[in-house]
């Protein structure tokens, strides 16, 4: 049996690491609502755990709304709702004897939504769920390896 409690404090997203293996499981969630906050549960999301690398600073991610504005058959401006989408880039160092391993890793990959996570330092993390797009490796010294890993987070 595997017992677990999560602070999550003023956080969105939720990434847990290091359950031990099962194959048949159960998750019992309790939520505490004295902060009088709502609460849900968006995704959960089991599977193996692969690290790729260090993340180096310059993390990033961004929003893209697709709607748009047109104008309808009186000449009125109108808004479209279209989806918001999430792109995040991972600036990755691996170490150059691991880097074929990762190439063929990502391969295996190309079109699965995954869950992404770089830690960003001080208990925090950059999470995307959703498919690589790219994934660009610079070879400019003997010794490490910069991936520049963009995911386009699932609608």
């Not at 990033?60 to 058959?73: G, H, L, Q, R």
């Amino acid at each position: 049996m595997f017992n677990q409690t999560y602070q999550t404090g003023d956080t969105d997203e939720l990434s847990v690491n290091g359950i031990p293996p099962m194959t048949d499981y159960t998750i019992n969630m309790t939520f505490n609502k004295s902060a009088g906050a709502d609460l849900e549960v968006g995704s959960i999301v089991p599977g193996k755990l692969y690290e790729l690398g260090t993340l180096q600073t310059g993390a990033s991610s961004d929003v893209i709304d697709y709607s748009k504005s047109e104008y309808d058959e009186f000449g009125e401006l109108v808004y479209v709702q279209r989806p918001i989408v999430k792109y995040s880039t991972y600036p990755i160092v691996i170490e150059r004897q691991y880097s074929i391993q990762v190439s063929r890793l990502l391969n295996t990959l190309r079109g699965i939504p995954c869950v992404w996570i770089g830690n960003l330092g001080s208990g925090q993390e950059l999470v995307t769920y959703g498919a690589y797009e790219r994934s660009p490796m610079t070879y400019n010294n003997p010794s490490i390896v910069e991936l520049q890993l963009k995911v386009r987070g699932v609608i």
